[in-house]
């Protein structure tokens, strides 16, 4: 067995990677960029070298910087892990050449695989099902329109190398082809520099079924089942679940051959993944990971195998440590993906996490990140992977819900509501999935909360006004013992309460709060009134705790987080976000009113559409930004001309800031 693992990635992967290798007693070394100096990835493995950059392209993505640091620090083999450089067959072969193993299947069957349109190829001479579709080399528009009509709108724009949704688009009619495949060549090219396209049929209703396989050098093929990854938004998984529930022993089977047809097709070794869609009567392959993926987690847990392991042990000319019958299914997992994004849009966020709790006691927590730890624009914005595991899908589908519950983050927005919205919805429950699930349910998944209830409002003021007089004089008992924080030293007068106004903001909509302290009530005067006991503070930290009330002659407590502007409470049902700078100010994320439009995110822009004198109409895309590898237009809501651009390509942008100036008006 190699002694020394570099291992080419960032984030949670490359911790989970690093946890077995140190299991099987192997050293490890981490690479870092500019932005990751000081990650998790890089305390959990005995050694780091920094690579420099920021961006993928300009350091996970750099053969020559991932190559001179295995040589600099001695390490046998590179373990890439999922994305960046797992599917390059350039670096496999860098490796070879540096005389360096990689964990990994052979360059050639990466080349292969990789390539979408080859792979389809190779799959319908092994006899594989294939969507109809076309895999060609011409690559001009005019010609893809052609071959679309041949087959039939809608069809899938979709880059040839690489997967997780980057570079893919739905094309309803020919009007609007051209857009689509010049925005995907754009994506493609940034995020796996190859901006070659592939167009296939758009099935409609489909599932996304893919079978794990593991191959070794002495000709041993196996699967470890399949998983059900129907579960979706802009085009990239978010809950996957094995065994794929609703399928037939007849249709599994079926699954099975063709797998282990397409991989004897192409003398694969090492960990792969073979994704299919299926309707109701047929299943199509539709491409090969030739890598790890994402949700290796719930293969692991119903097959009781550490997939990294057997990927290093393949590596190391070994053989497959089971034969096919000695491999067995337990019980059922289902994973949940936590994101830094927008629950209803899914636009990725990025900043500081502020407070995060896990729910390590509950499931199965893969995770790289931290309270205090930042979510940069430039890579993928995953808080968490959440795995839990049962005898069941309803017992497992539960205890997943329960975890995300339990799940805390605050300083910028995440998509647990919308999971817990998912895994509770009836078709979920049912697994009566299907790719367009989110899209189909979006009333019930993507819903927006009312503003919060005058109870969650009251406490709100209360904890910001207690943060501010915190600020600036020490009266908070040392011993936990909850004193009214304003006796005798704030907010107390001689001939009546204090008075206090506090601005609570929440999703953009102000409210002004007027609060009466007194010795141990508080009210609120407007703009509802209320009168409530003190409750009572148990501190966990400085900006952390639980409030402490007595309801009905029941103690009930509410975890917190706040700041002097900004309280969060942390409810089962909800995430409640007061935001309440010392002069509280609307924003909104698509413009700051009819003449100005705003960065709804931290980004990159790449491309600028219009210039000063440009007329557009409602609809016309402005200009395009980039963040976490996702492109973001910004379009027009309106018919005018374009008064001034204040950015250019390249330009790297921070949420709120005005990108251009518009007239609204009629054209000619």
């Given at each position: 067995m190699f002694k020394k693992l570099l291992i080419a990635n960032r984030g949670e992967i490359a911790c989970r990677i690093a946890a077995t290798a140190r299991r099987m007693g192997i050293r490890t070394v981490a690479i870092y960029s500019d932005v990751d100096r000081d990650g998790l990835h890089v305390e959990a493995c005995d050694e780091a070298v920094a690579?420099?950059?920021?961006?993928?392209?300009?350091?996970?993505?750099?053969?020559?910087?991932?190559?001179?640091?295995?040589?600099?620090?001695a390490s046998d083999a590179i373990h890439p892990g999922y994305g960046f450089l797992s599917e390059n067959p350039v670096f496999a072969k860098e490796c070879a050449a540096a005389k360096i193993i990689f964990v990994g299947p052979p360059a050639t069957a990466i080349e292969v695989m990789g390539s979408k349109s080859k792979a389809k190829k190779l799959m319908e001479s092994a006899g594989v099902p294939l969507v109809p579709g076309y895999h060609g080399e011409e690559q001009e528009v005019s010609y893809?329109?052609?071959?679309?009509?041949?087959?039939?709108?809608?069809?899938?724009?979709?880059?040839?190398?690489?997967?997780?949704?980057?570079?893919?688009?739905?094309?309803?009619?020919?009007?609007?082809?051209?857009?689509?495949?010049?925005?995907?060549?754009?994506?493609?090219?940034?995020?796996?520099?190859?901006d070659h396209l592939m167009l296939e049929k758009f099935i409609t209703e489909p599932r996304h079924i893919e079978v794990q396989i593991f191959a070794d050098e002495k000709g041993n093929i196996v699967h470890l089942f399949e998983r059900d990854c129907s579960v979706q938004r802009r085009y990239q998984k978010v809950i996957e679940e094995a065994p794929a529930p609703n399928l037939s022993i007849e249709t599994r089977k079926k699954l099975f051959d063709a797998a282990l047809a397409a991989v004897r097709a192409i003398n694969?070794?090492?960990?792969?993944?073979?994704?299919?869609?299926?309707?109701?009567?047929?299943?199509?392959?539709?491409?090969?990971?030739?890598?790890?993926?994402?949700?290796?987690?719930?293969?692991?847990?119903?097959?009781?195998?550490?997939?990294?392991?057997?990927?290093?042990r393949i590596a190391n000319g070994e053989r497959l440590p089971l034969s096919q019958e000695e491999i067995t299914q337990n019980g059922h997992a289902i994973e949940a993906r936590l994101y830094a994004e927008d629950s209803i849009t899914f636009q990725p966020q990025a900043g500081v996490i502020k407070?995060?709790?896990?729910?390590?006691?509950?499931?199965?927590?893969?995770?790289?990140?931290?309270?205090?730890?930042?979510?940069?624009?430039?890579?993928?914005?995953?808080?968490?992977?959440?795995?839990?595991?049962?005898?069941?899908?309803?017992?497992?589908?539960?205890?997943?819900?329960?975890?995300?519950?339990?799940?805390?983050?605050?300083?910028?927005?995440?998509?647990?509501?919308?999971?817990?919205?998912?895994?509770?919805?009836?078709?979920?429950?049912?697994?009566?999935?299907?790719?367009?699930?989110v899209e189909e349910n979006a009333n019930s998944l993507l819903k927006p909360d009312g503003y919060p209830d005058q109870?969650?409002?009251?406490?709100?003021?209360?904890?910001?006004?207690?943060?501010?007089?915190?600020e600036h004089m020490d009266i908070v008992d040392a011993h936990n013992k909850n004193p009214n924080p304003w006796d005798e030293k704030a907010g107390w007068r001689v001939n009546g309460p204090g008075l206090f106004e506090v601005d609570l903001s929440y999703n953009g909509e102000i409210k002004s709060c007027l609060v009466s302290i007194e010795k141990k009530h508080f009210q609120i005067l407007k703009p509802f009134k209320t009168k409530m006991l003190m409750p009572a503070i148990r501190w966990d930290s400085e900006n952390y705790g639980s409030l402490l009330r007595s309801v009905e002659t029941k103690n009930?407590?509410?975890?917190?987080?706040?700041?002097?502007?900004?309280?969060?409470?942390?409810?089962?049902?909800?995430?409640?976000?007061?935001?309440?700078?010392?002069?509280?100010?609307?924003?909104?994320?698509?413009?700051?009113?009819?003449?100005?439009?705003?960065?709804?995110?931290?980004?990159?822009?790449?491309?600028?559409?219009?210039?000063?004198?440009?007329?557009?109409?409602?609809?016309?895309?402005?200009?395009?930004?980039?963040?976490?590898?996702?492109?973001?237009?910004?379009?027009?809501t309106k018919s005018g001309v374009v008064e001034t651009v204040f950015f250019a390509e390249g330009d790297i942008v921070e949420e709120g800031e005005i990108l251009l100036k518009f007239t609204p008006g009629e054209i000619n």
């Open positions: 690579i420099g950059g920021t961006s993928s392209a300009d350091s996970y993505l750099e053969i020559d910087k991932v190559l001179s640091a295995a040589i600099e620090t893809l329109s052609q071959k679309a009509n041949e087959i039939g709108f809608p069809v899938l724009v979709k880059a040839s190398a690489g997967g997780g949704g980057r570079g893919m688009r739905i094309v309803e009619s020919l009007d609007d082809l051209e857009t689509a495949v010049n925005s995907s060549k754009r994506e493609a090219k940034a995020a796996f520099s190859d694969y070794v090492g960990a792969g993944t073979i994704e299919f869609i299926a309707d109701a009567n047929q299943f199509y392959f539709i491409e090969m990971n030739t890598r790890l993926q994402v949700e290796h987690s719930v293969t692991e847990a119903i097959s009781g195998i550490d997939l990294v392991e057997w990927q290093i407070h995060l709790k896990l729910p390590f006691d509950e499931v199965r927590v893969d995770t790289a990140v931290r309270s205090g730890d930042v979510v940069s624009i430039y890579y993928d914005p995953m808080i968490s992977k959440l795995t839990a595991h049962d005898a069941t899908r309803e017992l497992a589908r539960s205890k997943l819900l329960h975890a995300i519950e339990e799940t805390e983050i605050d300083g910028l927005e995440s998509n647990r509501q919308f999971l817990m919205y998912a895994l509770g919805h009836p078709k979920f429950k049912s697994a009566n999935l299907h790719t367009g699930f109870l969650h409002q009251a406490l709100a003021a209360f904890l910001l006004l207690k943060q501010r007089f915190e009930k407590s509410i975890n917190f987080y706040a700041d002097i502007e900004h309280v969060t409470f942390f409810l089962k049902e909800r995430t409640l976000s007061f935001a309440s700078p010392r002069k509280a100010t609307t924003s909104n994320t698509d413009a700051l009113d009819e003449t100005s439009f705003t960065a709804p995110m931290p980004a990159k822009i790449i491309s600028v559409n219009v210039r000063a004198g440009t007329e557009v109409t409602a609809g016309t895309t402005l200009v395009i930004l980039e963040a976490m590898k996702i492109e973001n237009p910004i379009r027009a």
